[in-house]
């Protein structure tokens, strides 16, 4: 095998392991299952990746890159803060059954001694993108980092939520007024 159908073949476990993960959580996830939807043999996914664990992490540090593209790109160029808020939810409502699968992933990977970095990694990467995308609106808040925080604890809320329920795809409303509740503007110098 050449270097580059190795990088190929990675590539395409890892494309199978996102996708597993997303379609039926992280308890059917087998090397299995992975090596199905590759369409490669399960011998072949262990001389990528040592362990499945190996194999989650890289699927979180992927999903995580698309994540920040994401929160960049979301919303338009000046765009308020409420705009952009509502913009990021109404994105993660559209992108639920996705992104459900991403929160349990997140949660097995804490859930590892040697992988639980990544899930912090993750989720200051996250934080850090939103924070600069909310320093770009018109009037800025106070402390964006704050509100990154106060964002993903929501946002992922509502995640749960709206897979759960489908009727609480009604609540953007509410959980943008919860993060926006109380956010000082920056102070104009």
Known sequence: MTRL????RREQIVAAAH???????????TTRRIAAEAGV???LIHYHFATKDELFGEVLARSTATLVEAVR???TEGSSLQECVRDLLERAVRRAG?????LQLTISVMRSPELAPLATAKY???????????RTTPNPP???EALALAFLTVADGLVVLTSALPEARGLVAAAE?????????APRI
Do not use: C, K, N
Not at 5 to 8: C, K, N, P, V
Not at 98 to 102: A, E, P, R, S
Not at 177 to 185: D, E, K, Q, R
């Open 177 to 185: 007024h919860t993060i926006l509740s109380g956010v000082a503007p």
């Open 73 to 75: 790109t979301t919303s």
């Open 98 to 102: 996705v992104l459900l699968g991403q």
């Open 5 to 8: 159908e190795a990088s190929r």
């Open 124 to 134: 200051r990467e996250v934080v850090t993108a939103l924070a600069q995308r909310f």
């Open 19 to 29: 996708q597993v993960l997303v379609e039926q959580g992280v308890r059917a996830a």
């Open 41 to 43: 043999t399960v011998g």
């Open 142 to 144: 106070a402390d964006p």
